[in-house]
């Protein structure tokens, strides 16, 4: 654990102690994931490769056996909020009090004993930016849980259950994507994930290594109101999957695309959303074989046209997101794209180390000129995933 997360943990424990009285059992952070390729698929039960932010949603917990859940978070102004297990229901809570309790929720749902709580929660994941400081919560708590009650759950089984929560007790019908991986990352890797069954393989991913950088640039555009146009696309999809007589849209092989666009007939809105979730597994699984083979440099352009495919067949990026992409492949970025849901939020870059202060100015002085607010641009480094920090 590097000086400043255990220092995090700390002041942590130590605002938990202020606010129940007493120390907490323990101290567990879960990161927020930046997505280097696989957009929209996770929900096609397609192919996904993000990788763990260093920043992390930290919480500190204590196990109660009263039937009452207190919560608390740094990030929101108020005071502790107290639940009972009980009384938890589905789409009753607009707070962010319903990521947690959804959490308890989902276990209890899942028939694990989980019989009360004392949560004290501060994030570092920016929220609203498509870094998933959703899943960071959902995940933290989970693993919490699931540690002071000994349920012995798998990585992959709190990202089901934390899932859940968020689709039916919050009420987002998000895919598995962000769970999994504020769950499962492993440091210096990006996570090849198949979504239809949570199998996965760690891919070594150190860019600084190899020279190069990947940016995040957070246009601070909040996505939060898009949610109604995710449902969209996630039905537009499920059409597609049930007029091509498949399960999922998955199921298409890219080589046979082509033929099932003709079969589609003149639904132009489901063609272009087939063609984007069938074109992006496939350069998911382009760029496995490129990283795995040592061709790093060679994803750029993989990572390009993923974003024209979200620009223009998706239809999910916006102004903002179209610039930052431009400017920096005309500033000499190797590649980048929108990561995540869309609508706002971040967009990736990948460049030389040399180039990176040359793009970083060209996209601020973009985003000057054209009247848009200034993004936040920071480094991503593949870093752990969920994991007990005292
Ligand atoms: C959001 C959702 C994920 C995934 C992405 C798009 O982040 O939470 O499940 O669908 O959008 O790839």
């Given at each position: 654990m590097s000086e400043s997360s255990a220092a995090a943990a700390e002041a942590v424990a130590a605002r938990f102690e202020e606010l129940y009285g007493s120390a907490p059992d323990g101290v567990w952070a879960a990161p927020g994931r930046v997505n280097l390729i696989g957009e929209h698929t996770d929900y096609n039960d397609g192919f996904v490769m993000p990788f763990a932010l260093p920043h992390t949603a930290v919480a500190a917990v204590s196990r109660r056996d009263d039937g009452v859940l207190r919560l608390h978070s740094a990030d929101v102004e108020g005071p502790v909020v107290e639940l009972t297990v009980d009384g938890l229901t589905p789409e009753s809570d607009k707070r962010w009090t319903a990521y947690p309790a959804?959490?308890?929720?989902?276990?209890?749902?899942?028939?694990?004993?989980?019989?009360?709580?004392?949560?004290?929660?501060?994030?570092?994941?920016?929220?609203?930016?498509?870094?998933?400081?959703?899943?960071?919560l959902e995940v933290v708590v989970a693993l919490a849980l699931n540690d002071l009650f000994g349920l012995g759950l798998r990585g992959w089984q709190l990202a089901r259950l934390s899932q859940r929560a968020e689709n039916v007790y919050v009420g987002a019908p998000v895919g598995i994507m962000d769970q999994t991986a504020s769950a499962c990352c492993e440091a210096g890797h990006a996570l090849f994930l198949d979504t239809r069954d949570l199998s996965q393989r760690q891919i070594p991913f150190d860019l600084a290594a190899e020279g190069m950088r990947l940016l995040v640039v957070d246009t601070q555009v909040k996505h939060s109101h898009s949610e109604g146009e995710y449902g969209k696309r996630r039905e537009g999809c499920e059409k597609g999957a049930a007029l091509l007589g498949v399960d999922a849209l998955r199921d298409v092989p890219y080589e046979?695309?082509?033929?099932?666009?003709?079969?589609?007939g003149d639904d132009e809105e489901v063609r272009r959303l087939v063609r984007h979730v069938v074109t992006e597994d496939h350069r998911v699984?382009?760029?496995?074989?490129?990283?795995?083979?040592?061709?790093?440099?060679?994803?750029?352009?993989?990572?390009?046209?993923?974003?024209?495919?979200?620009?223009?067949?998706f239809r999910v990026s916006c102004p903002e997101l179209d610039l930052v992409v431009d400017t920096a492949v005309t500033a000499g970025a190797l590649g980048a794209?929108?990561?995540?849901?869309?609508?706002?939020?971040?967009?990736?870059?990948?460049?030389?180390?040399?180039?990176?202060?040359?793009?970083?100015?060209?996209?601020?002085?973009?985003?000057?000129?054209?009247?848009?607010?200034?993004?936040?641009?920071?480094?991503?480094?593949?870093?752990?995933?969920?994991?007990?920090v005292r």
């Open positions: 959804g959490v308890v929720w989902a276990l209890r749902e899942a028939g694990h004993a989980v019989t009360g709580a004392d949560v004290h929660l501060a994030s570092t994941v920016p929220s609203g930016a498509g870094l998933s400081s959703s899943a960071a046979e695309l082509d033929a099932a666009l003709v079969r589609l699984e382009q760029v496995v074989s490129l990283l795995e083979s040592g061709d790093t440099r060679a994803i750029g352009p993989l990572l390009i046209e993923g974003h024209a495919s979200l620009r223009d067949d794209r929108m990561t995540g849901g869309g609508f706002g939020g971040s967009a990736i870059v990948l460049a030389e180390e040399a180039d990176v202060p040359v793009i970083t100015k060209a996209v601020e002085e973009a985003f000057a000129s054209a009247g848009f607010k200034t993004p936040r641009v920071f480094e991503a480094v593949p870093s752990a995933g969920a994991r007990r």
